[in-house]
């Protein structure tokens, strides 16, 4: 299994970027893929994942409204549409494929097992 983000960088804020999982290696079907962020010093924060919610996607209630998660199954990719980026934004994002229930309940802070598989994860730095 195999996980590659892109699109991460500097942007100012109020700004956009789309961020992209490129996934390899697993069933689409069978797994979601989420989106996590970490910030140092701070516990990793789940934000979206694709299809964990009864097989439809799922937005952080902290991101919701400004963070979209979307999929191409064609092209096994999976996008996280960020729009409105503050300076909290700013952090290294991850995207995790696992089983659609433990995505969610790791997104709800409930998973604490670590199941599944991480890409490399990719920074994002919102300037003020």
């Known amino acids: 299994v195999q996980l590659v983000e892109s699109g991460g960088g500097l942007v100012q804020t109020g700004g956009s970027l789309r961020l992209s999982c490129a996934a390899s290696g697993f069933s689409f079907d069978e797994n979601s893929v989420g989106w996590f962020r970490q910030v140092p010093g701070k516990e990793r924060e789940g934000l979206a994942c694709n299809t964990c919610s009864d097989g439809g996607p799922y937005v952080a209630d902290s991101v919701k409204g400004r963070f979209t998660v979307s999929s191409d199954n064609a092209k096994n990719t999976v996008y996280l549409q960020m729009d409105n980026l503050g300076p909290d934004d700013t952090g290294k994002y991850y995207c995790?494929?696992?089983?659609?229930?433990?995505?969610?309940?790791?997104?709800?802070?409930?998973?604490?097992?670590?199941?599944?598989?991480w890409g490399q994860g990719i920074q994002v730095t919102v300037s003020s």
């Open positions: 995790h494929a696992d089983s659609p229930y433990f995505i969610l309940i790791r997104i709800l802070g409930v998973m604490t097992t670590e199941t599944g598989h």
